[in-house]
């Protein structure tokens, strides 16, 4: 469904047409009865008797032609109450045929300034669909009206709801394209068309990084007859030149395992292995969108893994860009050899205040949280604390685990400075969580989020309808908004 907003100021005869009325929490009727026709207030009234008042949206079908829908607007609802109480009305409106709604928002004082901004935030997050690839594509076009104009969100608001939309959006149709289509080659040529929203974009292809000594990502890439690529993508929006905050993305377009294969029902899940890396440009996209107030950098590795007679071996000994040797027991625990580079180079060449990685990193990740909680993993505590309360506002939910020297041993190689995966000893998400760690040369406050669980929803969640979640957006977003803007 796709929902546009229109915020009229024309005053229309209500006779005819769908509304969507804002209540206070008991439906009293009494101060929205100016809404309503004396037949349709009775009508109403009398369904109310019956109605469970526990509900945050009843539903009255006055005519073929016209339906009104109360909306208890609770004054204790929070952010993420509001934005699920927005996604419930697209529920509600999806299974209706018609296609225009005028919501009156005027008709109780809302405690909340942003109230109706965060409602129609979740409408519109609820809305999306993927449909590309479907002949019939039936999208249902519909239209909300905005009745009244007292509690209408500002305009930076709707420019700020509208660059968090745009963003997430970018990132789930990123990770819903299969590998064949967004494979690497595709993939940074579409992030290089991101110039127009006034990012510096720059790539670094085979070549460049053979010259930097990049062999971790590369090798990671070595099967594919498509190219490996970084890519960075820089947003100054600080008027100074003060440190920039960085984002570092896993970006596997199609994980197969490589000679590691994965078996078919955990391999074809793996177009969306590029989850982290999306969600990086996504929240590039929203920040420059926005015109934040602040320096930040994303930087993506691309690559596919696959098989073929360049792809490398179980066992193969790789220089990584920092210097460190990795013996490649396990050509599926690719991610930590592209990031392992990816992580690296942005601290030496950026300096950031911070590094933020995503990735959709091991599976244990969702042994262990299932798909309520991302993985967090970080060697600074206020940054952990900073983004745990982040996502606590969004619910984008995170739990902190575990990284610990005593683990080093795990991953302690024989032949090389470290090895890729542990046979023994269990704990597959702070290992290679560790291992990443050992990247990070210079002590800069960093965070691993492994969002392995979170990027793709196979049922659905509260503010997506099943597919590519775009999980990490708006929780960066609002991590800067709160703590560096
Ligand atoms: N991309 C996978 C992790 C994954 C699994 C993401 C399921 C999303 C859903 C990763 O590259 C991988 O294969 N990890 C291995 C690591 C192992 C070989 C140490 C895993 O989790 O099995
Ligand atoms: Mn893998
Ligand atoms: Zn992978």
Redesign the pocket.
Known sequence: MSVKINYSKKNHDKSNLNLVIFCNDKFNTNPIKKYLSKTELNYVDELLKNSDLKKNLLIFEISSKKKIILVSAKNDFKRSDIENLGADLYKCINNLKSSDYYIISDSVILKNVDFLGYFLHGVVLKSYEFKKYKSKKDIKNITLNIVGSKNKPSSQSQLKFKALEEGTFYTRDLVSEPGNILHPDEYAKRLSSLKKDGLKVTILDEKKLKKLGMHSLLGVGAGSVRGSYLVTMEWNGAKNKSQPLAFVGKG?TF?T?GY?L?PAR?ME??T??MAGSAAVVGLMKTLALRKAKINAVGVVGLVE?MVSGNAQRPGDIVKSYSGKTIEVL?T????RLVLADALTFTEKKFKPKFIIDLA?????I?VSLGSEYAGLFSNNDKLSSQIIEAGKHVEEKLWRMPLHKNYDKLINSKNADMQN?NYVGGA?STT?AQFLQRFILNKTPWAHLDI??M?FSKYGGSLNSGGATGFGVRLLNQLIEENYE
């Open positions: 596997v994980d395992g590691s994965k955990f899940d793996m969306y292995d893994n396990n599926d625990a690719e991610g959709t990193l091991t599976g244990a969702i995966i597959g290679a392995a669980g990027a």
